[in-house]
Each structure stands twice: as C-alpha cells, then as structure tokens.
C-alpha cells in the first residue's frame, strides 16, 4: 500500500530567498540559460528533425490562410471583420501559439511521464521551485522561427489595411500576448497536473492543444451561438487570447473593457492554476514509496 509522499521539494522546505531580490533574480537567469544551452545542444544533435518540424508548421500555416481566403471568395466581412483583419487575426493567433510552444507545451505535456516514472522524485530533491524546473527544463527553438513568420504576415496584413500602429499600441499588443500566453500555460499546466491522479494525462493536454484553433476565428462570428461565445470567453478564454490583442492593433476596441476581461482572466488562470499545483503535489506518492 502506497503512503503519501513525505517530500515536498524546495516548494516548501527550502528556505527561499526573497523574491524579486538581485541574488534571487540572478540565481534563476543561471539556471534558465543552462536550460536554454542544453536546449540548443539537443535541437543541433538532430538537425533533420528541427528543420522538417519547421517546415510542417509552415505548410500547416499555410493551409490556414488558404481556408481563409476561400471564405473571402464568398463574402465581406465575417461580422465587422475584413479579409485583412482576420488575416492579422490569424498572424496574432499563431504568434502567440508558437511562443507559448517554445516555452512551455514540451514541459507540459511531460509532466505525465514524469509523474508515471518517478523522475519527479529527483525534481523534488533540486534546490530549485519544482514548478519553474518543470516548466522551463526544454525550449522549442523552431517555436520561435515559426513566431517570426506570424511578425512577417502581420505586418504584411497592416499594410494591406493601411494602418501604422503606435508604440502605444505594438507595447499594448505584446502586453496583451503575454496575457494570453500566461492563460495558455496556466490552463495547460492545470490539465497535466491531473496526472498525479491518472498518471496518464498527455491526452487531455494536447486535446486542450488542438482548441488553439477556436482563437484563430473573430468573436463575432459566433454572435449567434451565445453559450459557445460564453464557454471560450469565461471557460476556456481563447475568444479573448487573440482577438483582443488583434483588435489593439487595428484600432477595434470600443471601450477597455476586452483588455480588463483578459487582464482579470489571466490572474484567475494563474491562480487557480497554482491552486492545483499545490493541491496535486499534496496528492503525490513517491515512485519509491
């Protein structure tokens, strides 16, 4: 009979340093640029690999724009949308989807193996907050080539519209991708912390991976199905991950009110989502016990 695990890891038995201060700071940029080095050196070991992943994402990116201007060939406007406003959409939204791929989906969706193995025992053990070590142990390096092309077609699409963004607004959109960068993680993270119950739990995450594309589309196209429109707004919020920052971009925002929804969601995301940290930690039983 298994008993609950008796090792708790720095999280709570580590005497932290202070938090924000210089040697704090400095003692995780260490440990991240190690993570990043190791990265690099993986990806270069498999050349081959890094490249045809490269260029899937492409094509797949690709297939997207076509559907959209296939859409295009038989109307306007898909609400107060034009062509070029979606296709900045879907820039915004792959952008911000190769970005959380480069930080975090790789350390997400192994947490599971982590958990089935027992080499969460050894994460426990570092003198490190579990959950940072966990969620930046590897990069995807083709995440952020793949970023470069959704710039590229982004700022192909504002000068189709004609439109120059301010500072103000290229740093409110960035802002803005954080935020929705932040829900993708915490609500991932949530997810694959049920392994510590299941042990198995890569197919809930990239299930949850596969709704990315639900952001790609603009939220009035579902004005008429208001509980769709509400479950991906409050639920699961990928209405507002992209189209809100879009919308800074192309100057659609009637009012704050879409920034402050994704604000208040993102600390609601996060702190639920480190409610079920602790709680699924609390639930683990040492491979070892």
């Not at 710039?151 to 960035?174: N, S, Y």
């Not at 960068?181 to 949530?190: D, G, K, T």
């Not at 707004?233 to 992209?242: K, N």
Request: include cysteine; glycine fraction near 8%.
């Amino acid at each position: 009979m298994k008993k609950p695990n008796t090792m708790t890891g720095a999280d709570a038995t580590a005497p932290a340093a202070p938090p924000g201060g210089p040697g704090f700071c400095a003692r995780y940029f260490g440990i991240y640029s190690a993570l990043v080095k190791n990265s690099v050196a993986r990806e270069m070991s498999f050349k081959s690999n890094f490249l045809l992943w490269i260029v899937v994402e492409m094509l797949w990116f690709g297939l997207q724009l076509s559907f959209i201007g296939v859409i295009y060939l038989h109307t306007d406007t898909i609400g107060s949308w034009t062509k070029w406003q979606v296709v900045l959409l879907v820039g915004a939204s792959h952008f911000i989807q190769q970005i959380f791929q480069a930080f975090f989906l790789v350390n997400c969706t192994n947490l599971s193996e982590l958990v089935r193995t027992g080499k969460l025992d050894f994460l426990l053990l570092l003198p490190v907050n579990t959950r940072f070590i966990i969620s930046f142990r590897q990069v995807d390096l083709g995440g952020f080539v793949n970023a470069c092309s959704a710039v590229a077609l982004m700022i192909f699409a504002l000068a189709k519209l004609h439109v120059t963004p301010t500072l103000f607004q290229m740093g409110g959109f960035l802002l803005l991708c954080v935020a929705g960068i932040a829900i993708h993680y915490s609500l991932m993270f949530l997810l694959a912390s049920i392994s510590f119950w299941t042990v198995r739990a890569q197919g809930i995450v990239w299930g949850y991976y596969n709704l990315f594309n639900v952001a790609r589309v603009p939220d009035e196209a579902f004005r008429g199905a208001r509980w769709f429109r509400a479950v991906f707004t409050f639920a699961i919020p990928m209405l507002l991950v992209s189209n809100v920052p879009a919308r800074v971009l192309t100057d659609k925002l009637g009012s704050p009110g879409p920034i402050l929804l994704l604000a208040g969601m993102c600390g609601a995301c996060m702190a639920v989502s480190e409610w079920g940290w602790r709680k699924s930690l609390r639930h683990y039983t040492s491979a070892s016990s």
